[in-house]
């Protein structure tokens, strides 16, 4: 089997200031690596995924980055949003569409 | 375009009962997948479908069938309902050409009473 693990399950941060979401994964085998948001009352939405290949991808105001060595995947998001408050999830893609959810990591965005 | 529908959007059954979760994307994805979300837990993989006619077991699939006819529609039925089954659940699709991204329904709140 597989787990997928999340270092924080809430994460508290001002608006205005950077955040980072860890999770820790067991499937070494994953081709891809994804970010899904889930704001509350909505199905979870692509963040977006890195390559097992590959250890850093940007995106708008989204870092992901990516630790083969220790297993370990991290989100980023920029000048965090009061918008961008969610559950976090992440997980790995092992080559195909059977993506494994950890529980998630929720974000708040003090005003 | 519409995207991932699920109907119904909330649904209370009694134990026993049976009922079928529809859901039907409009974008030709191939990929199809049915999870459960409880809470303080993680998306769960109920069922997935990886084209028409072609389905297989996720993690959590006791309790539920599927059948895949066509590329737009993938029901999942509760054959008889318990109460171990009330959580929300989500349906999704994608493409195998990017199949990174996946997209998915608003979700179906289901009780089992």
């Known amino acids: 089997g597989e787990s997928v693990g999340l270092h924080l399950p809430t994460l508290s941060v001002q608006e205005g200031d950077n955040s980072i979401i860890n999770c820790a994964y067991s499937n070494s085998a994953s081709d891809y690596f994804i970010w899904y948001k889930q704001e509350s009352g909505k199905g979870p939405q692509f963040i977006i995924d890195?390559?097992?290949?590959?250890d850093k991808r940007q995106g708008q105001r989204v870092t992901v980055l990516l630790n083969k060595t220790v297993k370990h995947l991290s989100l980023q998001i920029a000048a965090t949003q009061p918008g961008d408050s969610a559950v976090y999830f992440c997980g790995p893609l092992p080559g195909g569409f059977k993506t494994i959810f950890g529980a998630g990591t929720r974000l708040f965005v003090k005003a | 375009n519409a995207g991932v529908t699920q109907t119904p959007k909330f649904q209370v059954l009694k134990t026993g009962q049976s009922m079928t979760l529809q859901c039907a994307q409009d974008?030709?994805?191939?990929?199809m997948s049915w999870y459960r979300q409880d809470p303080g837990m993680g998306l769960r993989l109920i069922h997935y479908s990886v084209g028409a006619g072609i389905t297989d077991q996720g993690e959590v699939p006791n309790g539920y069938n599927v059948s895949r006819s066509t590329t737009e529609d993938f029901p999942l039925r509760l054959l008889s309902a318990a109460p171990s089954q009330t959580s929300v659940y989500f349906c999704a699709s994608s493409s195998p050409t990017m199949n990174t991204e996946a997209f998915f329904g608003q979700g179906t709140r289901l009780t089992v009473v």
């Open positions: 974008m030709n994805h191939e990929y």
């Open positions: 890195i390559r097992s290949n590959m």
